[in-house]
């Protein structure tokens, strides 16, 4: 049976419920240019850069802006964000993480986390995560964003290991197709319909184990 070295998790949707956050910082955005901002809308920014997540909000709400403004206006959203995950604690990580990055750790897996956030280090640090990660990999390291496989590639090479001995955990089809072009396996957390290119697609990690993993390869 093939048996996987390393293990890459995605942060927002897979280990902790940021969307929320970055959707009251987005329509407080577009609230404040005078439109409105939908959770549904909201569907479309999960796992894009904070760049691509201001266009394509403009785009709903037909504005056009220069790229000084557009600067302006992605630091004032990230920085109602940052407010927002700064009240962030261990009950905020999603049901069933710490038990599986506890199993992955007594089984001598590496583990890396690999985040289109420039974040992502406050939230690992406010929820008690990191010291559960080998490595690091967010949006401060990456210069190319998901569905790029560089944040993958970048984590397996830190991990010392090859892509073909990494699993990765996604709920965005962006990453799933940055996993698959970096030649890992792919797990999709969330619904088939949205990410019928993920190897295996489950619904959360509740319950998930090295053994629920094994028996589908
Ligand atoms: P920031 P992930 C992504 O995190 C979010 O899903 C996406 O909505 C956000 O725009 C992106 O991080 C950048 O975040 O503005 O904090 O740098 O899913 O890759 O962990
Ligand atoms: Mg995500």
């Known amino acids: 049976m093939k048996s996987f070295k390393a293990f890459l998790f995605d942060l927002d949707g897979v280990l902790v419920d940021t969307a929320k956050y970055h959707f009251l910082a987005w329509k407080r955005l577009a609230n404040e240019l005078g439109f409105d901002f939908t959770e549904e809308q909201n569907e479309r920014l999960k796992g894009v850069s904070r760049m691509r997540s201001l266009e394509i909000l ?107 001995e990494c699993v990765v955990f996604e709920d965005a089809e962006a990453g799933i197709e940055a996993a698959k072009r970096a030649g890992m396996y792919a797990v999709g957390i969330g619904s088939y319909q949205r990410l019928s290119k993920a190897d295996l697609v489950i619904p959360s990690l509740n319950g998930f184990t090295l053994l629920d993993l094994e028996k589908k390869l």
Do not use: H
């Open 58 to 164: 403009l785009e709903i709400g037909n504005i056009e802006v220069g790229v000084e403004k557009k600067e302006e206006l992605a630091s004032k959203k990230n920085e109602w964000y940052v407010e927002y995950i700064s009240t962030m604690d261990p009950s905020q990580i999603l049901p069933g993480v710490k038990e599986f990055l506890q199993e992955l750790k007594n089984a001598g897996k590496k583990t890396a986390l690999g985040s289109a956030s420039k974040n992502a280090m406050t939230i690992v640090t406010n929820t008690g995560l990191l010291p559960y990660f080998d490595a690091v990999i967010d949006g401060t390291k990456v210069t190319k964003a998901k569905p790029d496989p560089e944040v993958f590639l970048l984590g397996a090479k830190e991990l010392d290991v090859e892509p073909k």
